[in-house]
Every structure is written in C-alpha cells, then in structure tokens.
C-alpha cells in the first residue's frame, strides 16, 4: 500500500484521529532504513536515484490542502509524517518541519503536528532539532533484542541499539514509543516478541527513555511476509498493564 499524493486524506487515524497525511518520501515505491516484515508498503526497492519532493512542493502541497479544508470547515486533528518509508531520510526534513509549523499555526492552530520514525536517523543533528519541533515524535523501539531487530526489522545500514536508546533518552521525556507486537514465523523462526522475554527487558527500557506515552499496536494491514499473525486483545492488554503499573 503506497500513498501517490503529497498531501492525502484527511484519514481516520486509529491512534491520532482525523490526520491529514504527509507523503516526503518518492510517491512510486518504498524508500526506508528498515524492511521490515510486516510493512503494509511493502519492500524497498533498489532504486539509484529515488526523486523526493522538493520543500518547496511540499509547502504548496500543504497550503492548497489546509486552505481547501479550512474552506470547507473540515476537522483536522493532526499533520501526520510516515508514508512511504522513513520521512528523516528527507535532505530537507527540517525545513519541511519549521514550513509545516508555520502552516500549521495559520491555518489549524489547535491541529498537532506528528512524525512517525523508525528511529534510525536521531543521531543527526538535523533530524533530532526537527523532531524537538513537533508535537508528537512518534520513535520505532520494537524490541531491544538485537538479533530480533535483525531478523524483522532488518535494517538497511548500521544501526547501534545502545547508541539508539541513550539519544531517545535525550529527548527528555519529548517522545512516544511506537512498538508493533506480533506472532507468527519468518522463515521458519519464530517473530513471537509478546512473551515475558521479549516484553520485561523492552518495559526496562522503556521506563529509562521516560517517554510521554507508548503506543502497543498489532498488525493490521496485509504484510510482505506470510504467516505472520496479530498480537490479541488480550496479550496487547496484558502489555499495557506492565506498563500503566509503571505509571507509563
């Protein structure tokens, strides 16, 4: 599933509510620094030049929406980043945050303003400055066993768990884990990560980075891989009491 518009929706968002997306990343296939397994876009593709929308055509993508909703008194809820892989990967991710801002406080001042990241690009400074910028920085922490990282969200370049986690804690609080929980098998190995193994090391973690708030989700979209199966109610609601007894 590949967004083809700059500026779509706006959509119903089961965690942000009505989200008017942002699409920074090539409009024709996935370009990320993860591949993961259960992506609902699907693989990377080895493209040598992927052509990005420049800033400047994502203000005016952005204003022609706003202007257009705000005509027609729309709701809007929040400007939402993801889409086509990982938005950071952006050479110009933070102009295109300081323009959305400003579009933001003309036209929907009470609307927030979200980036959903796997986390791989914090370490630049660029990237942590814009992300400091936005209401809601959503980062990617889908374990802290490395091996599993590998195996499912297999990313693309060099990727150093501990040095990840201690520049989330340089948020200071100013961050909301995002964790996808899941069952299943990938090439014959088990993707189970709802198990007490998997989730008290992750829940430690987690009470370190001291985030504002942590978002459990399951799969909900066809994935690359077959045979993969959703996390239950019941196991996502076991996971979130861990976490509400930590005061999370």
């Known amino acids: ?22 699409e920074i990343m ?3 296939h996935k370009l990320c620094t993860f591949d993961c397994i259960y992506c609902e876009c699907g693989w990377n593709q080895p493209i040598s030049h992927p052509v990005l929308p420049t800033r ?13 909703m705000q005509k027609e008194d729309a709701d809007l809820d929040v400007i939402t980043f993801s889409g086509n892989g990982e938005p950071t990967l952006h050479p110009h991710f933070l102009g295109i945050i300081e323009d959305t801002c400003m579009l933001r406080n003309q036209y929907y001042p009470n609307a927030k303003v979200s ?9 630049k ?3 942590f400055e814009a992300l400091c910028k936005v209401d809601n920085n959503i980062l990617k922490l889908d374990t802290v066993n490395e091996e599993y990282i590998s195996k499912v969200d297999r990313p693309t370049g060099h990727y150093e768990l501990p040095k990840i986690i201690e520049k989330m804690k340089a948020f200071n609080g100013h961050v909301i884990i995002q964790t996808m929980f899941m069952k299943g098998e990938s090439c014959g190995k088990s993707v189970d990560n709802t198990s007490d193994a998997y989730v008290l090391p992750w829940l430690e973690t987690v009470k370190e980075i001291r985030p504002s708030q942590v978002m459990i989700y399951t799969i909900d979209r066809e994935t690359p891989v077959q045979g993969l199966q959703k996390a239950t109610p019941n196991e996502l609601d076991r996971i979130a009491a861990l976490l509400r007894a930590e005061g999370i």
């Not at 599933?1 to 942002?22: D, H, K, Q």
């Not at 980036?115 to 370490?123: A, C, P």
Request: aromatic residues 4%; positive net charge.
């Open 1 to 22: 599933m590949l967004f083809n518009e700059i500026a779509y929706g706006p959509i119903r968002s089961r965690r942000l509510g009505v989200s008017l997306g942002m």
């Open 26 to 28: 090539p409009l024709t």
């Open 56 to 68: 400047e055509e994502v203000r005016k993508a952005l204003e022609e929406k706003l202007a257009l």
């Open 115 to 123: 980036v959903l990241s796997n986390s791989t690009r914090i370490m």
């Open 125 to 127: 400074s660029e990237v």
